[in-house]
């Protein structure tokens, strides 16, 4: 299964050390793509570098402030989908399942489990 | 010595004012179905104040709001619950749907960003409520995936639910459609705007959380 930079649109093989270190271009955030979505791909390569840019800080604003910005993140894209800046598909079937929207896929690159973190969230907002 | 007293002192008031656990009373449902403005009217007529802002934009709650210790009373019952506002469910947000309402691009694109995170929010925080009362709008199709998603996961997690179809006061307001969308629920109609009806709501939600 491919990863491909939100920074600038390059794809990387499962197991590449680029997913594990980060992209050469210095983006730490991958998208996940399924084989079935490989489509994708093109869409974000045609999109502008300041594009780019705009959904890396949105996807940093909308999963937290909690992660880390220096490990390595793969996205799952089939929960949260972002088109371009500003247009978002979310498929809701899988986020009531509580599939996690960030994975951990093996040893060495990072998962953020984002209910544990939306958690801890609601206790700092509770104890307020 | 002074020591084991205040200790004592202090289990004991931290014993008289241990918190019990309250009803929390989750407002969900599509955008602009009517959801602040309900909770707006629940806490006017029983706190005297209203709780969020309303607008006719889509997606104008985009963080979950609560109120704490609501009580009505009913017949001589009473039900004391936390109301908590969400924001919106959807599966599509758009900004550009923003800019036709009159937002500005950035203005747009923020509250895309803001009303996505909402949505998950909203989703996170299901597991934690007792009742949930589910807000639809009469007066559009029921049968969308955000809805039959919505009540389909409340069904499965055994949640209590109220459902509501708001707009009533509408001429193109349709509860028989919504009662048939979803016949396992009474479907209560109202307009949160206007207070018609609400005195049936009330009894209703006295039936499902009392």
């Given amino acids: ?28 955030l991958f998208f996940y793509i399924k084989k079935q979505s490989l489509e994708r791909k093109e869409e974000l390569i045609r999109l502008t570098k300041k594009e780019k840019e705009q959904i890396e800080e949105d996807i940093y604003d909308i999963i937290g402030n909690q992660i880390d910005k220096e490990k390595t993140i793969v996205l799952d894209i089939e929960t949260i989908n972002i088109l371009k800046p500003g247009k978002y598909e979310i498929d809701l079937v899988n986020l009531f399942k509580k599939q996690p929207l960030i994975y951990k896929l093996e040893e060495g690159k990072y998962m953020i489990d ?15 | 010595m002074t020591g084991i007293f205040k200790k004592l002192l202090s289990k004991f008031f931290k014993n008289i004012f241990k918190k019990k656990k309250k009803v929390k009373l989750g407002l969900y449902g599509p955008p602009n179905g009517g959801k602040t403005t309900l909770a707006n009217k629940i806490c006017k007529d029983w706190l005297g104040e209203e709780m969020g802002t309303v607008s006719n934009i889509s997606h104008e709650t985009r963080e979950i709001q609560i109120k704490e210790e609501i009580t009505i009373k009913s017949k001589g019952k009473e039900l004391t619950f936390n109301l908590v506002d969400t924001p919106g469910i959807a599966t599509k947000i758009d900004y550009e749907e923003f800019i036709k309402e009159g937002l500005k691009e950035k203005e747009a694109k923020t509250r895309a960003k803001e009303a996505t995170k909402g949505v998950i929010d909203s989703i996170k925080w299901l597991d934690d409520m007792d009742v949930v009362i589910v807000v639809l709008d009469a007066t559009k199709d029921p049968y969308t995936q955000v809805n039959i998603t919505i009540i389909g996961n409340l069904e499965a997690r055994d949640i209590p639910v109220l459902l509501v179809a708001n707009k009533i006061d509408l001429k193109k307001a349709d509860i028989k459609k919504v009662q048939s969308a979803f016949p396992q629920y009474e479907v209560i109609g109202i307009s949160a705007k206007f207070g018609n009806n609400l005195d049936d709501f009330y009894e209703a939600l006295f039936r499902v959380a009392g």
């Avoid at chain 1, 491909?4 to 197991?15: E, N, S, W």
């Avoid at chain 1, 984002?114 to 307020?128: V, Y």
């Fill in chain 1, 114 to 128: 984002i209910i544990e973190s939306f958690k801890k969230m609601r206790d700092a907002h509770d104890e307020k």
């Fill in chain 1, 1 to 28: 299964m491919p990863h491909q930079c939100v920074k600038c649109g390059t794809l990387y093989d499962d197991g590449s050390n680029e997913i594990l270190q980060g992209c050469k271009c210095g983006g730490k």
